[in-house]
């Protein structure tokens, strides 16, 4: 028999979006600030994130994380280094992004546009 132990990482206010595979990096957002934690750590990321969602950030195979960055007028996808620098917008204007879709193969990525009236209030 194996006894295992959880620890909570951060208290009520947190999100979860996404963990590595390597299991070293956990992106959690509070509100539109977006963080990257490996379980002791908090380091921004992103203040203009899109917390609307049920899943706005994930991280790809080689650390860099794509996130739907809140916008005015209509939200966007950026792909940005671990660190948070080197962003670099990936959907066209006018896309109003509002969830990411990682696949199961780990290298394709699915998106849904729409509009978010309140949080996880989406259409």
Sequence with gaps: MTTETVNQL???GWDFQDVSDLRKTILVNQGAS????DGENLTLIAS???PLGNTGAVVLENGDI???RKQTGTNEIVRTLP???????VSQT???????????DGV??????????SYHQCE
């Design 108 to 117: 394709h990525l699915a998106w849904e546009s729409g509009i978010c009236s």
């Design 66 to 68: 794509l996130y739907i």
């Design 94 to 104: 006018g896309d109003a992004p509002i969830e990411l879709y990682p696949s199961s």
């Design 10 to 12: 951060l208290g009520p």
């Design 48 to 50: 203009d994130f899109f």
């Design 34 to 37: 977006l963080y990257e934690t």
């Design 83 to 89: 660190d948070g620098t080197g962003l670099t917008v």
